[in-house]
């Protein structure tokens, strides 16, 4: 028997190819990306937040979480978003419950630093052809958990990169760029106390071509400005957008969008 066809997405998706639509906006400078969990701010709520977001200039809405994840929930939140913004809203996956056909991609993550290979590849084998099915568009990204790494380093039981040691997160980065990824994204830890340290921001986009994503204890405007000074160039956040409302976020975004060259949209 052989696999099912894939199709045109349930959602034709007005931003496909989403990478393309990406790459073309770097090329005018650093994007904030604003991540819902659909646990936390489930369905019209989601949509609300989002669309506050949306307002103060954030350029994507990632959709996930580490723990509690459901596909109705996912569908129910995208919906949402959909109905109230004209952002993008791709899947930031914890397995095969994130899936939902109502998002514009998901981001094809591997923790490439975990000690399990469930969450480097084998989740990935047994979605793959349910997100060929579906028209979701894949896009890879080398996901590397940096100390502390909160949750989502205990969760995906990884061997966090340390802190102090620059060179040790450009090879795990560059590793990941040899392998295809489209994107590498050096993760904190939802929460964290404090961001990916400078020096490992700087070291990992001296070696790097594919853009570099930065997320996990971003809560301050003068925290965006070093990230972004030190070669960021997509800043994610999450506990400021659920816990600190508008007025958290307010100046990270326009942190964000100060350094672009050409707006966004
Ligand atoms: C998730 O790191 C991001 O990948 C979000 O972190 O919740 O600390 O913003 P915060």
Do not use: C
Not at 19 to 36: A, I, K, M, V, Y
Request: glycine residues 10%; without cysteine.
């Amino acid at each position: 028997m052989s696999a099912p066809r894939p199709r045109e997405s349930l959602r034709p998706s007005v931003f496909r190819p989403l990478l393309r639509w990406l790459q073309e906006r770097l090329e005018g400078g650093p994007l904030h990306f604003t991540l819902l969990d659909p646990d936390k701010t489930p369905g019209d709520r989601a949509g609300e937040v989002a669309q506050r977001a949306e307002r103060l200039g954030t350029h994507l809405i990632l959709l996930g979480g580490s723990t509690g994840i459901r596909p109705e929930g996912m569908s129910a939140a995208a919906r949402a978003i959909h109905a109230r913004t004209r952002l993008p809203v791709v899947i930031f996956p914890q397995g095969t419950e994130s899936v939902t056909p109502e998002a514009d991609a998901i981001l094809w993550m591997s923790l490439l630093n975990s000690r399990n290979l469930r969450w480097v590849v084998r989740t990935h084998a047994g979605a793959s052809l349910a997100v060929r099915h579906l028209g979701l568009e894949p896009i890879s990204l080398g996901y590397l958990v940096v100390a502390p790494g909160m949750k989502v380093g205990e969760v995906g039981e990884a061997d966090v990169l340390p802190r102090d040691e620059p060179q040790v997160a450009a090879g795990w980065a560059l590793a990941a760029e040899y392998l295809g990824m489209q994107l590498v994204y050096l993760e904190a830890g939802s929460g964290a106390p404090e961001p990916v340290p400078l020096p490992l921001v700087r070291a990992v986009r001296e070696v790097l071509k594919v853009p570099l994503l930065v997320g996990g204890g971003i809560r301050r405007a003068d925290q965006a400005r070093a990230l972004l000074g030190a070669g960021a160039q997509v800043l994610v956040t999450g506990t400021v957008v659920e816990e600190g409302g508008e007025e958290a976020l307010r100046p990270i975004i326009e942190e964000v969008n100060r350094h672009r060259v050409r707006p966004a949209r």
